[in-house]
């Protein structure tokens, strides 16, 4: 009757199926100590079926969902308002991006009670023993948010990083029981067999736009180089991946750790990839970054955000990343063969309009001046979606410009705030139409003249068409309806969005 349910909802529609590694984690905190079951969202064609299945035989007391904005509230919400409404006895746990920023409209809905804030390591089975032998007050457990009996709102003090180190493995061989864990390392550009792998947790930085800050608080911890590739090549041994994807949110903070692991890598014929700060990895030597390259590192993802430097303050970056660094590391990493990956970030608010406008000019113009220093350079577009940094000058500054956050939490199952999630239109008071326009017909023509190198099934004799058809538009900045590109990227390209997809 304690069994657990952990829950990744659908947020692939490629069939691109990553492993689940936030409910990995959490399988991993209790195994061996409660029976528990995983349901991946993205390996059924029916997950509620096979969710209300288990739940029918009345062997489960707890349900856990890992939610992050967008695609995963589809599922997330209306299974956990049926679980509800269905089985009450039931005991419903959320975690993940969504949960903890948005904590406030998840226990305020009558079907989310508990939040685990952050890492779940040591809250999720704390929390189980608190519920199942009442010997513990909740209000001790870090990590943990949750209403008393008052119906008041209780957020727990945040943990320590724990040691990544002394942490349980993921049991990958009990996820391999309900789903073949072989369909989980698909191909990339990297490689035939991709692993996604988290190998730490949270930044040292205070980026004001990014979601990982509330959690995290500048915090950093990371697995030993020695951990990583342990358990890389023992996947490599045993279903023969061929590349990683790290998913960290900075996976190069630690010098020492990269040089480390890229010299445990050497030779390995494993291919990889990861996200870091411009800032950061500029301050490393040539030699390592040969080495890094030399170990199969093919492409790392950055947040250059902007090319203004005002605007850059005003994120609260952080750190020393400037416009001029942004150019010169683009143009440094190229002989190294290493493809730098930039995110640019659309739409910030500004006093008027015309600010605005003006803004997003010199940012198309600024991503043409990297193409022109390293074409290799991959471009991936974001529209500022405002995220709850309660007490940030940015977050007061988009509240007085009329921005306000859902409620409700089904409000959340609004089309619109899903692409508000995904950062592709968001419902920001101060973007006008004509401006969103501009930055989604600016994405399509670059798109076309500088596709992604991500996207292999795309062919040469389809990348010069494309280019070749948009060159006039792309060289004279003539952006509105680029209709003819459009329809050719979607119907005769089926060309894929890294920023929503994927890397």
């Avoid at 550009?189 to 190998?199: E, I, V």
């Avoid at 004001?208 to 950093?220: D, E, G, L, M, T």
């Avoid at 220093?373 to 991959?378: G, H, K």
């Amino acid at each position: 009757m304690d069994k657990i349910l952990l829950f990744n909802p659908r947020s692939s529609t490629n069939g691109r199926y990553r492993v689940p590694n936030s409910i990995l984690q959490v399988g991993a905190s209790v195994h061996g100590l409660y029976d528990y079951v995983f349901v991946d969202g993205n390996r059924e064609d029916d997950p509620w079926s096979t969710i209300e299945d288990y739940l029918k035989t009345g062997e489960f007391k707890y349900f856990g969902s890992t939610v992050m904005p967008g695609p995963q509230l589809k599922q997330a919400i209306p299974y956990t308002k049926k679980i509800r409404a269905l089985f009450p006895e039931i005991i419903n746990i959320w975690g993940g991006y969504f949960a903890s920023n948005q904590y406030k409209v998840c226990l305020d809905s009558p079907f989310v009670d508990f939040v685990i804030n952050g890492p779940g390591d040591k809250a999720f089975p704390r929390l189980l023993k608190a519920l199942e032998q009442q010997e513990e007050p909740l209000e001790q457990i870090e990590n943990l948010i949750f209403k008393n009996d008052k119906g008041e709102i209780i957020k727990n003090r945040i943990e320590t990083l724990l040691n990544q180190d002394l942490l349980p493995r993921l049991p990958y061989e009990h996820l391999d029981k309900f789903y073949s864990l072989d369909q989980y390392f698909f191909k990339t550009f990297l490689g035939k067999k991709t692993l996604g792998y988290h190998s730490s947790f949270g930044c040292p930085f205070t980026c004001s736009f990014c979601a990982v800050v509330p959690i995290y608080n500048a915090r950093w911890k990371g697995k030993s180089a020695q951990g990583i590739f342990d358990d890389i090549k023992k996947l490599k041994d045993s279903h023969g991946i061929d590349a990683v994807e790290f998913h960290d949110n900075n996976f190069f903070t630690s010098r020492k750790r990269v040089v480390e692991f890229a010299n445990l890598m050497l030779n390995k014929g494993i291919e990889w990839w990861g996200e870091g700060r411009i800032d950061t990895l500029d301050q490393y030597k040539d030699d390592e970054l040969e080495l890094m390259s030399e170990s199969g590192c093919r492409m790392i993802f950055f947040g250059a955000e902007s090319g203004d430097d005002d605007m850059l303050k005003q994120m609260d970056k952080g750190g020393k990343q400037s416009a001029a660094q942004i150019l010169s590391f683009a143009k440094r990493l190229k002989q190294f063969n290493i493809v730098p990956e930039y995110s640019f970030v659309l739409g910030f608010p500004g006093p008027d309009e015309q600010t605005v406008m003006r803004q997003i000019d010199k940012d198309i113009a600024f991503i043409k001046k990297v193409k022109e220093v390293n074409p290799d350079t991959e471009i991936i577009i974001y529209t500022y979606s405002p995220v709850p940094t309660e007490g940030s000058d940015l977050y007061e500054q988009i509240t007085k410009a009329g921005f306000q956050f859902p409620e409700a939490l089904e409000d959340w199952l609004n089309p619109a705030w899903e692409n508000f999630d995904l950062r592709k239109n968001p419902l920001t008071p101060w973007l006008t139409p004509a401006m969103v326009d501009k930055i989604q017909n600016f994405e399509t023509v670059l798109n076309a003249y500088h596709p992604t190198a991500s996207d292999f099934k795309v062919t040469k004799v389809q990348k010069q068409v494309m280019r070749t058809l948009s060159a006039i538009r792309y060289k004279w900045n003539i952006f509105r309806y680029p209709y003819e590109l459009k329809a050719l990227q979607k119907f005769w390209l089926q060309y894929r969005q890294p920023e929503i997809e994927g890397f």
